[in-house]
């Protein structure tokens, strides 16, 4: 039974750092690789304060990594298979009466290349 506990708290912080659509949207970004802050804020249109922020949060969670070049960080998904399990949130959003748009749902899996 603790094993379980100890699972479920795992699980439970990752959907915590997740639940931010900054950061899901961050994570989808980074599914073709490593990016740095200024490419992430411009895709995102958010300033690069903000997506730094969210970058630390991600990164002391260990759901990125970093890499400096000079003056750039450049950061990745630790395990990439998280933005597919993020996909895969899709058939729950789309299963549910949430008020987000079908046709909505259809352009986030064509951008996100599900």
Known sequence: MPSRIAVAR???D?????AHPDRVRMVEELRSG????STLAE????????VSQHLT????HRLVGDRRLGR???????QPELAQWIVSGLDFVEG???GVDSDDI???????GA
């Not at 990752?14 to 997740?18: A, F, G, N, P």
């Not at 895709?43 to 903000?50: D, H, T, V």
């Not at 259809?106 to 996100?112: D, I, N, Q, V």
Request: proline content about 2%; cysteine-free.
């Open 10 to 12: 795992e699980l439970a």
């Open 14 to 18: 990752i959907l915590k750092v997740l």
């Open 34 to 37: 490593e990016l740095d802050v």
């Open 43 to 50: 895709r995102l249109q958010l300033a690069q304060a903000r």
């Open 57 to 60: 949060l991600l990164r002391s």
């Open 72 to 78: 750039q960080h450049f950061y990745h998904l630790t």
């Open 96 to 98: 549910r009466p949430s």
């Open 106 to 112: 259809s352009a986030a899996r064509k951008l996100w």
